[in-house]
């Protein structure tokens, strides 16, 4: 199911968006007022006598036109920044080399298992040791040579189980729209924690349904453990969700780790 917290987010956003919509249309259809107001507020600056008068009236009549002009300009800001995400995650993941799943049988007997021969993306990569998904209309899991080299099969299967989740969610679809919108109401600094916390959940569910197929959180939390020493660099993708992703994985180590207990 959809997050609560997602449909909230998006709805709020939608809504400040459209309200920055109808505000311009409205400073258009009245700007030879607007402009007037501001020659007329010029004008009484100079009588001190009648300033005291004017700077209510004055700022109730300008403050839509502020409103919407902070939101206009989030609007272009969040376009230009994700067009620069997009451009950037395809960059990058142009300069992944495919390689053939007979490379690693173990990972090739996985595939099989899920049924995920057309949704993972094997890359030849002995430094990058990552998993992660991405892709916004259509999602993969993309592996690289290092880390499936480095990881047991049990292992592998879990991280495969985590990313799984991800894709057949939509979460990279639902994770670009929360930073679009963040991108967009950066003057609201609640927004950016709602963010993390959304983020946040996503990787707890997903961490949630490895558990419930598998049934060993201890040994899912060391197979987090394990991905993370192994990093030593962030995830050099834009659009993305990593199996070790920026929310803090100590704190999942730990959540699973007293879910055991």
């Known amino acids: 199911k959809t997050p609560r917290i997602f449909i909230i987010l998006v709805s709020f956003s939608m809504f400040l968006i459209l309200l920055s919509i109808i505000g311009t249309f409205s400073i258009l259809k009245n700007l030879s007022g607007y402009i007037s107001g501001i020659k007329l507020f010029v004008t009484h600056c100079f009588a001190l006598e009648l300033l005291p008068l004017t700077i209510l009236p004055m700022f109730r009549f300008s403050l839509p036109f502020i409103v919407a002009i902070i939101l206009i300009f989030g609007l272009i800001r969040a376009i230009y920044k994700s067009l620069q995400k997009i451009k950037r995650n395809n960059q990058i993941l142009r300069n992944f080399s495919k390689i053939s799943f007979e490379e690693s049988p173990k990972l090739k007997k996985i595939i099989n298992e899920f049924k995920l021969a057309n949704s993972v993306f094997f890359f030849k990569s002995d430094n990058l040791l990552y998993a992660f998904s991405s892709g916004i209309l259509q999602p993969k899991i993309y592996l690289s ?107 999942r180590i730990k959540r699973l780790i007293n879910r055991e207990e």
């Open 145 to 251: 040579t290092g880390l499936v080299n480095n990881l047991s099969s049990e292992e592998l299967r879990a991280v495969i189980l985590h990313e799984k989740y991800h894709i057949e969610h939509r979460d990279i679809l639902k994770l670009f729209f929360i930073l679009f919108f963040e991108d967009c109401l950066f003057f609201l600094p609640v927004y950016r924690w709602l963010s993390g916390a959304y983020r946040e959940l996503i990787e707890k569910i997903g961490d949630d349904k490895v558990v419930s197929l598998l049934g060993d959180p201890l040994n899912f939390a060391k197979t987090l453990l394990k991905v993370v020493k192994l990093n030593s660099t962030e995830l050099p993708v834009g659009i993305g969700l990593s199996i070790v992703d920026r929310y803090p994985v100590e704190k």
